[in-house]
């Protein structure tokens, strides 16, 4: 006799439960997937339950699975779906609030609202203050807008019209004075300057007159003359054969005389400044020593010095002393390396003046010749005028301009190059 599985299953039911123990569940994070397909197994029961068929799609796996011949009993007898009831609506919040938390962050990332609004302040263009500053950047670009128009419509006029002008003002270069003598005061200083006045004024109280009371000390301009420098080989000028090649040095440049065109000569005891009817000397102590050759130089006081009892001063004109005890206000002078010689010419306005620079130009062109011919063996000299900075403008200008003329079309060239397109 057959027993029907209808009537065998209540009896079983209670026993399979009685025996398995109810499984746990499991934490919220870790739902079972048993819920799906026992949920496909039993559509009547479960179809009316919108929160179990929410669940579904965020059901996660579980550790293990129960055989398909259990079941059926296990859902006839209604405890496996209760349970499989409070775990698809636990799995329902936890699915629900992932989910929003998804929806809310996107796939990956931040969430979408700070994603949204990070991209529109960066798409956002910076804010600026409202202050108009192109109040003289506008109507310059209008009217280089308009110029450039005129400019494109008329090419050769304004290519023409400046060359034209050139040529035709450029003729003025004619009236130029090619010959004219150089004054830096002149082009350097401007004409109504406060310190022109000042000197008016120190020349009208002192006045000097170097034809015959010369005083530098009362010049309150730049006189001409020349100056030497002579340098002892040994250890001291103060010795009787350096102060005879220095002697025959003095007495060549006093010896010079420039020729004019008309044949006359301009000597040198015509244009030096004179103090009372004499050639300022060149060295105090060099005139002392020739007039005197048989001066002792071993007592020879500095800076005062007073031969014949009218004191000179030497701290101007002798340079490299090494001093011994002292005399006085005074100390002897042991030994000195160098010693200057200057040679005053007049400075007055007029033919005077121009003479005076006559001799110092040809001083400057044959002093090499003289040294030459004295063959001077004891000292070594370097010179200097009033006239060598301008005379060495007047040679750079001739030099350099011609550079600046090819600096220029280097510049015109890479402008042009560099613009063109």
């Known amino acids: 006799m057959s027993l029907s599985p209808s009537k065998v299953a209540p009896e079983a039911g209670p026993q399979s439960a009685a025996q398995k123990p109810e499984p746990e569940p499991e934490p919220p994070r870790r739902p079972q997937p ?11 029961r479960d179809s009316g339950r919108p929160s179990e068929r929410g669940a579904r799609p965020r059901a996660q796996p579980l550790p293990a699975s129960k055989p398909e011949s259990e079941r059926p009993l296990q859902s006839s007898h209604g405890l496996e779906p209760k ?32 994603s949204r609004s990070r991209s529109r302040s960066e798409n956002q263009p910076s804010e600026r203050p409202h202050c ?21 419509s008329h090419p ?29 005061e002149e082009q350097y200083t401007p004409i109504g300057s406060p310190a022109k006045a000042e000197r008016r004024f120190v020349q009208g109280h002192f006045t000097a007159n170097d034809s015959y009371h010369f005083s530098i000390s009362r010049k309150s301009t730049e006189v001409n003359f020349a100056c030497i420098l002579v340098v002892s080989n040994t250890t001291s000028v103060l010795e009787q054969e350096i102060l005879e090649e220095i002697s025959k ?19 040198y005891d015509q244009v030096c400044a ?9 060295n105090p102590l060099l005139a002392v020593w020739q007039r005197n050759k048989n001066l002792d130089l071993g007592n020879v ?4 010095f007073n031969p014949t009892g009218q004191p000179i001063y030497l701290a101007g004109t002798i340079g490299g002393t090494f001093l011994g005890k002292r005399m006085g206000k005074n100390q002897l002078l042991v030994r000195a390396k160098a010693m200057r010689l200057l040679y005053f010419l007049k400075t007055e306005d007029g033919e005077v003046n121009e003479h005076s620079k006559m001799w110092l130009i040809h001083f400057l062109n044959q002093f090499s010749n003289i040294e030459k011919s004295l063959a001077l063996k004891k000292i070594q000299v370097v010179y ?28 015109i060239l890479f402008a042009i190059i560099s613009c063109y397109r």
């Open 132 to 152: 108009h500053t192109d109040c003289l950047e506008a109507p310059l670009s209008r009217a280089f807008g308009k110029l450039g128009w005129v400019v494109g």
């Open 384 to 411: 200097f005028t009033s006239l060598s900075r301008q005379l060495e403008f007047q040679a750079t200008s001739m030099t350099v301009i011609p550079l600046f003329h090819l600096a220029y079309l280097l510049i």
């Open 301 to 304: 006081t500095f800076p005062i």
């Open 249 to 267: 040095l003095d007495a060549a440049i006093q010896d010079l005389y420039v020729t004019k065109e008309n044949g006359t000569q301009t000597r």
């Open 83 to 114: 349970l499989n009831l409070a775990l698809g609506q636990r799995t329902q919040s936890l699915g629900a609030s992932h989910s929003q938390s998804r929806s809310a962050r996107g796939p990956s990332g931040p969430p979408v609202s700070w």
């Open 156 to 184: 050769w006029i304004f290519l023409l019209a400046p060359i034209a002008l050139t040529a035709i003002l450029g003729t003025g270069l004619i009236y130029l004075p090619k010959d004219k003598e150089e004054n830096l």
């Open 274 to 282: 004179k103090n009372e009817d004499f050639c300022v000397p060149s």
């Open 34 to 44: 048993e819920t799906r397909p026992k949920a496909q197994a039993q559509p009547g």
